[in-house]
């Protein structure tokens, strides 16, 4: 029997087994339900995926989190499934006393059945410690092929998730709250991750669904749950984070009891579970909130928080009594993948802040703006972080915020001054700069006046919606007379992966001769306000460069190699070619590198063994370096899942 072996890489994992290549199938799970649980708590999820034989283990990134394999399901093929119905049939007749293995009655008479999600109907009868080892056994061996045949779907709607794996994750009470990352180990391979949240308020779940039967046309209610009435709305209180799963056709509801004056944040969690669907429009599960009183009268109702699918709602209580909140997609489709957190409570929520960033190791006064943020501090990144996008929250000493985006640079900062609305109102500025400013409100233009000269290029860069922001951005540049050299409204940034609508402009443009210039920014749409925030960079072009490797995991045959592919996130002109490597390979593994040519946005870079077997994961990290003017610039390749959007649409998801 070929022996295989697992390496983990910085959110990458590759296999070595001596198999053939038709029999390395990629490890995918397509959800996780529940998508988290609360500080303290330990509880049961399940995964469903494909290529997932032989799980051996799933890890959560971050500290305090563990998980414990406790059961998979396999595909069974018919033949399988009819020696099972045999095998059950002899085990339930009484006339007809099966006798089971030495081996096996060991295995059953002590097996972990998954312990179930959701509220049970009943208790679960203990086991007789009084009867015979090998009776407990056949038990067990009966009750678990009968949970095989509960869980197997034939014809399922989506093949990918027929697989399931079972497991116990266990949150410690000082755990951080927030995203974090859980894959799924098999003895063949590590699978891609996927968001769990660890939460900071008490739990339920939801009974999970079975596989969904794949529709057909004119009997779609063949295909749709058959739930119980009494599953249909469930009590909670309040604050409490809700986990479901939407089927088609299928709300799901919530009733509570609320008081006056309470000032309650309901939060979704869907699309920021399972970012992209690749079989569906819009290409993700699109939740609607419906809030009502007692007597079924709308009072609040939300499809989105601004150009973020996921909705929010803030609900002041006008008065004591009996609320309900419903939760289906907008479009009634539904299935297992169709995973929900609900958060509800009077929690501190950031709907921006102001500025967007500050300049690295100086000091910034940001404003918080949102509910419930009496006697909270945003945590900014320390003194010594570097340039980049990190994430903030504000925190009251209890619960702790969403998080929001907050970026760093090194060139000066400035902040824009009203009035600067047309160009003899213009604000002055310096290059390099970075502006820190507001569309104010609907219709406003902010100008900005630079000095410039023949020949000289220049690059005007708008970050605001990939900082959160709802501005969907216009730039110009203009002559002293009025005359429009450049513009831009949408620019494609690769690098940013949860991001279906680039709303950020940018441009580099030559100065056709020595004079002033006007950068002029506003809001596509109109619309304007004090979250209308953005950060303005106006320089001289800085080329440069990023990295995506893609898989975030691969396999490997023992003796042999594998080839990954790098993509470059080219900056401000930059086209030269990149040599790729892999930093400080350990023994036993080699790679000759690659180059990313001139112009060129991928490669596929191969990395060797001589290895059949080792004991511990190993790391890898791939590097690129360029000549970027007269220095050299080293970057490390962020590991990335490559995604469909949509049956057209591809994105770069990065892994931790």
């Known amino acids: 029997m070929s ?54 283990g799933l890890v959560v990134t971050g500290e305090g989190v563990s998980v414990r394999l406790v059961d998979y399901f396999r595909v069974m093929n018919n033949q399988e499934l009819s ?30 059945f998954p312990a ?116 249909e709305e469930l009590r909670i209180n309040v604050p409490c984070t809700m986990n479901g799963q939407i089927a088609s056709g299928e709300i799901n509801r919530y009733r ?91 929690l501190p929520f950031v709907t921006s802040i102001f500025p967007l960033g500050g300049r690295v190791g100086q000091p910034v006064k940001v404003e918080v703006n949102g509910w419930n943020l009496e006697k909270t501090k945003l945590a900014l990144p320390p003194k010594d972080a570097s340039p980049g996008i990190h994430m903030v929250a504000a925190t009251n000493g209890k619960f702790v915020s969403n998080y929001v985006p907050f970026a760093l640079d090194t060139l000066p900062e400035a902040f824009d001054k009203e009035a600067n609305d047309k160009p003899s109102q213009a604000q002055k500025v310096k290059l390099p700069v970075i502006v820190n400013g507001r569309v104010d409100r609907p219709g406003d233009w902010d100008v900005f006046e630079v000095d410039g000269h023949a020949g000289e290029t220049i690059v005007v860069e708008v970050h605001a919606r990939r900082l959160g922001s709802p501005l969907d951005s216009f730039v110009k540049v203009t002559t002293a007379d009025h005359k429009v050299i450049a513009l831009n409204d949408d620019h494609h940034d ?67 190699a594998v080839a990954l592919t790098v993509f470059a996130l080219r900056k401000d002109g930059y086209t030269g070619p990149i040599k790729l490597a892999f930093k400080d390979l350990p023994e036993g593994f080699q790679s000759t590198g690659a180059t990313l040519g001139a112009n060129k946005s991928t490669a596929r870079i191969v990395i060797k063994t001589t290895l059949t077997e080792t004991e511990q994961p190993v790391k890898f990290t791939v590097i690129g370096t360029a000549k970027i003017g007269n220095q050299e610039v080293v970057h490390e390749a962020v590991p990335a899942e490559d995604r469909m959007q949509a049956f057209l649409w591809r994105h770069l998801l990065p892994a931790e």
């Open 3 to 56: 022996k295989v072996i697992k390496l983990s890489i910085l959110g990458l994992a590759i296999l070595l087994a001596g198999v053939s290549s038709a029999w390395a199938q990629n490890q995918y799970i397509g959800y996780v339900y529940p998508a988290g649980g609360q500080q303290g708590t330990t509880f049961p999820i399940r995964l469903g995926g494909q290529g997932l034989l032989y799980a051996s």
């Open 83 to 112: 020696l099972l119905r045999q095998q059950l049939r002899e085990l339930q007749n009484k006339k007809v006393k099966a006798k089971l293995s030495e081996a096996m009655i060991a295995k059953m008479a002590w097996w972990e």
């Open 116 to 231: 179930p999600i959701g509220p049970q109907n009943g208790s679960q009868a203990a086991a007789d410690s009084s009867l015979p080892e090998e009776e407990v056994a056949k038990r067990n061996l009966i009750k678990r092929i009968q949970m095989i045949f509960a869980e197997d779907e034939r014809t399922p709607a989506v093949r990918s998730h027929r697989e399931l794996v079972f497991a116990e994750v266990t949150i410690d009470p000082d755990a951080k709250p927030g995203r974090r990352e859980i894959r799924v180990i098999t003895k063949r391979g590590i699978s891609n991750p996927l968001p769990f949240y660890v939460g900071q308020v008490p739990e339920v779940a939801r009974k999970p669904m079975k596989t969904a039967r794949k529709p057909v046309l004119g009997k779609e209610y063949l295909a749709q749950r058959k739930r119980p009435p009494e599953e």
């Open 256 to 346: 509570f009891h609320a008081l006056k004056g309470q000032r309650l944040v309901i939060s979704v969690k869907a699309r920021a579970l399972i970012p992209y669907v690749a079989d569906a429009v819009p290409g993700w599960f699109q939740p609607v909130l419906k809030l009502t009183d007692a007597n079924g009268n709308e009072l609040a109702y939300d499809d989105d928080f601004r150009f973020n699918p996921d909705p929010v709602i803030y609900f002041e209580v006008p008065e004591d009594g009996e609320y309900v909140l419903s939760i289906t997609d907008a479009l009634f489709r539904g299935r297992e993948s169709f995973v929900y957190r609900i958060t509800i409570g009077e």
């Open 494 to 560: 690769a690098g940013s992966g949860m991001n279906t609508h680039h709303a950020d402009s940018y441009l580099m443009v030559k100065l056709p001769a020595n004079g002033k210039y006007y950068v002029h920014l506003g809001d596509t749409t109109q619309h304007g306000g004090k979250d209308y925030a953005y950060r303005l960079r106006i320089s001289h072009p800085r080329p440069d460069f990023a990295l995506r490797v893609v898989p975030s995991r691969a396999i490997m045959r023992s003796k042999n």
